[in-house]
């Protein structure tokens, strides 16, 4: 299987963005991860199937994560703050299978 990100960018503080993740063939366990740089990469949301969800406590409130269809999956992005600075990641959660990552760049 093969995961593809879209939908990052350049957004001021408060604003929004989606993030999409388009894989090849269904996954049932999809993840959203972060690497701010020098940092560690950190996992954002989890979602199982259709509508099982979790997501870290860093950005709940502000983040959702949502299935579209088979294939594609959302991290919807609100209230964006200056250390939501960098790169996502789609994952299938538990494998080595990565997307190429998007990078979110939050400004002043």
């Known amino acids: 299987v093969q995961l593809v990100e879209s939908g990052g960018g350049l957004v001021q503080a408060g604003g929004s963005l989606r993030l999409s993740c388009e894989t090849s063939g269904y996954v049932y366990h999809l993840a959203w991860y972060r690497q701010a740089p020098g940092k560690q990469r950190d996992v954002v949301a989890l979602?199982?199937?259709?509508?099982?969800t979790s997501i870290a406590d860093s950005v709940k409130g502000r983040f959702t994560i949502a299935r579209h269809n088979e294939r594609t999956i959302y991290l919807q992005m609100n209230n964006l703050k200056l250390e939501d600075t960098a790169v996502y990641y789609c994952?299938?959660?538990?494998?080595?299978?990565w997307g190429q990552g998007a990078q979110v760049t939050v400004s002043s």
């Open positions: 994952n299938a959660y538990g494998t080595d299978i």
């Open positions: 979602i199982r199937g259709v509508d099982d």
